[in-house]
């Protein structure tokens, strides 16, 4: 049973920094993207990482800012927020599949497996 388990989310204000983490467990897929979903509005693919070539993947709307990583010893990806925005705020959820790519990453029909969420407010 494949188990994804986020933390990390809370308030901050804007201008401030939060990280997000996605353990895994009982399996190892070799891509993990993060997305988020605001009310009202549509699930946003936001970044993914090949955990085997460590190629990352951004939306223009975090990039620069917000940035992903991996501890292969602890099976766990990172979200690392920085400069964070009110519009950020949003539910954010880590999700798995098998591979990805930059035509691929960003589409959340790909991934088989995901979190449960974790809720990130900015407040300006």
């Known amino acids: 049973q494949v188990q994804l388990v986020e933390s990390g989310g809370g308030s901050v204000q804007a201008g401030g920094s939060l990280r997000l983490s996605c353990a895994a467990f009982g399996y190892t897929y070799y891509c993990m993207g993060w997305f988020r979903q605001a009310p009202g509005r549509e699930r946003e693919g936001i970044t993914a990482i090949d955990i085997i070539g460590g190629r990352t993947y951004y939306a223009d709307s975090v990039k620069g800012r917000f940035t992903t990583s991996q501890d292969n010893a602890k099976n766990t990806v990172y979200l690392q927020m920085n400069s964070l925005k009110p519009e950020d705020s949003a539910m954010y959820s880590c999700?798995?599949?098998?591979?990805?790519?930059?035509?691929?990453?960003?589409?959340?029909?790909?991934?088989?497996?995901w979190g449960q969420g974790t809720q990130v407010t900015v407040s300006s």
């Open positions: 999700a798995a599949q098998y591979y990805c790519d930059w035509s691929s990453w960003s589409r959340s029909e790909g991934y088989n497996y």
